[in-house]
């Protein structure tokens, strides 16, 4: 089969790509399963290969566009991201430091955001996995000194 110009293909993309981009889609809804299987069994056997083309996509992103990305499973824009922290006046919403950053908490039942905690309360309030009968064992233990 002979190669197409590149420049030709090109133009033709150009031309075509919503048409080309709906066929690719409808070829992927009919065959969903398969493509699965073919990606999953291509990634395990060049797992160090797709790892490193991953880590070169990712290095090539901007902070915002992580930052926007790290939110995003949250629902959250960058836009309200900043309104929380302005809201809360920058500080954790547990122990009203100031961070150098604020992590986003969220209820891992519902995945309601809750609000805006340092790095320690909310590594404290994963590792008691949410429980506030243990919150209130824990807080109950130190105050006996």
């Not at 065959?31 to 990606?39: F, K």
């Not at 824009?77 to 986003?104: F, H, W």
Request: hydrophobic share 35%.
């Amino acid at each position: 089969m002979k190669r197409a110009d590149p420049q030709y293909m090109k133009t033709y993309w150009a031309k075509n790509a919503e048409q080309l981009r709906a066929k690719g889609r409808e070829r992927y809804a009919k065959n969903r399963e398969r493509y699965i299987a073919i990606t999953k069994a291509y990634t395990e056997k060049n797992y160090a290969a797709v790892r490193a083309k991953a880590k070169v996509r990712w290095d090539k992103k901007s902070k915002e566009e992580k930052r926007a990305i790290g939110l995003r499973k949250f629902d959250l824009s960058t836009e309200q991201y900043d309104l929380m922290v302005a809201q809360q006046n920058g500080k954790c919403a547990t122990c009203r430091r100031i961070p150098l950053r604020l992590c986003v908490d969220h209820c891992h039942a519902t995945g309601v955001v809750r609000g805006l905690l340092c790095p320690e309360c909310n590594s404290a309030l994963g590792l008691l996995q949410e429980d506030q009968s243990r919150i209130r064992a824990l807080a109950d233990y130190i105050s006996k000194g």
